[in-house]
């Protein structure tokens, strides 16, 4: 059993402390500013589409005054501890217990905050459960161990693995599964939508610039889980009547894009 035995040798685990202090706190600034690396290709900070932007907005909307509280509450605990801290001497100070002005107070503060943050919330959440006017491209996707379909009721097609989309065109997909919970997840496009086995969820979104964006199952849905990756495409407009026109025409070499996403790429 380690002791402190007396305030000397306190003094001296203190200040060695103190001494590696700047190591601790640089490689925590080293973890943190990793956390920064804007290339992910699933970086939700990083949105391509307006839905992913709207999410963005919103989460940003939260963590900045959230962030503002913390340094608040955390500066004020830490500067109590430091004021106060007992000193050599000191007599006990008077012990006090409760104090309604303040906890009524320190209930309702919160309460309105999370009031006000309530309205952007609920804002964002009317927007992206509407389907915005116009045209829109509809797809059925399925889930299954351990792949995806898109089937394209209109155009008559369907891919596995990659939904090719044109950019700026509004698509709306119809999520379902064939055997277990899967989730159809772009980080860089949307938010979530769970396929679920006998039930349909809905979710649209878009694509603002063109690319290749990495998607997966967002639900734990067997030994497989890690490989049910997919991709989206994004492309102009004409590219995609292209495209369409091949698969239509069941060429064979039309869909030849990788149907897994590669991190090295
Ligand atoms: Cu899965």
Known sequence: ????KNSRTRFGVMSQVARRLPLFLLLFLLLLAVGCETDNPQNTFAPSGDVADKLRDLYLIVMWPLIGIMVVVEGLLVLSLIIFRQKRGQAVPRQTHGNTRLEVAWTIAPALFLFVLAIPTITTLRDLATVPDGDVMEIEVTGRQFSWSFRYPNEEITTTNQLTIPINQTVNVTTTGVDVIHSFWVPKLAG????????SNAMWF?????GTYSGQCAEFCGVGHWEMTFTVVAMTQSDFDNWLRDQQAGNPNSNTSDLTWHPEE
């Open 1 to 4: 059993m380690f002791h402190i």
């Open 192 to 199: 979530k939508a769970d396929a679920v086995p006998g039930r």
């Open 206 to 210: 878009n694509a603002t610039e063109p």
